[in-house]
């Protein structure tokens, strides 16, 4: 599956610390590897469609669009921000 990131999400991402960019970033690769693996740190979101990726303090927002075969990701942030 192809990742692809929003411009806003791609930015956050350049912005982290190195530690948990690098590891926020494998983790990623491993769910678009493998979108119907099982992995701890995933879960699907109950108010709205999509999931997140849980990387210490921060969270990833993202969506999978088996037709098109794509991996976006809408949203990086803090934990308290990341659901506004």
Known sequence: MKLIFSAAAAKTLTKLPV???AA?????QQ???NPMGQFPWVKRLTHRPGFRIRQGDWRAI???NYDA???TVEKIAKRDEVYK
């Open 19 to 21: 530690k948990d960019g």
């Open 24 to 28: 926020l970033m494998s983790k990623l």
């Open 31 to 33: 769910v678009a590897a």
């Open 62 to 64: 993202y969506n999978l």
């Open 69 to 71: 075969d794509k991996m």
